[in-house]
Nanobody, 123 residues
Framework: VQLVESGGGSVQSGGSLRLSCAAS????????MGWFRQAPGQEREGVAH???????GYADSVKDRFTISQDNAKNTLYLQMNSLKPEDTAKYYCAYGVPFTTPQGEQCAYDYWGKGTLVTISS
């Protein structure tokens, strides 16, 4: 599986960006795809995910501002980011993996990662 992100850039606070992740070599019948980000000096955090059945999930910090979607015909994952804030500045990565069940519910184990695209939000 190869994942290539694009769409990053520099925008002012309140602006929008749409990230894309072109995927090839899908192998899992049931899968998860997700967006993660890592700011300088901080740990990587999950931003949003989507499962093969179409269900989605978001971090509280981006809920109601970001939307994850996929175009299966184009094998592309998207992240629409609106109302951007300086604290959204980070390198954004897409990831691909499989869901598994835990006592706390279904989780995702990501096996493949892209190289990331940089998003910079100025105030």
């Amino acid at each position: 599986v190869q994942l290539v992100e694009s769409g990053g850039g520099s925008v002012q606070s309140g602006g929008s960006l749409r990230l894309s992740c072109a995927a090839s070599g899908y192998t899992y019948r049931r899968y998860c795809m997700g967006w993660f980000r890592q700011a300088p000096g901080q740990e990587r955090e999950g931003v949003a995910h989507i499962r093969s059945g179409g269900s989605t999930g978001y971090a509280d910090s981006v809920k109601d501002r970001f939307t994850i979607s996929q175009d299966n015909a184009k094998n592309t994952l998207y992240l629409q980011m609106n109302s951007l804030k300086p604290e959204d500045t980070a390198k954004y990565y897409c990831a691909y993996g499989v869901p598994f069940t835990t006592p706390q519910g279904e989780q995702c184990a990501y096996d493949y990662w892209g190289k990331g695209t940089l998003v910079t939000i100025s105030s």
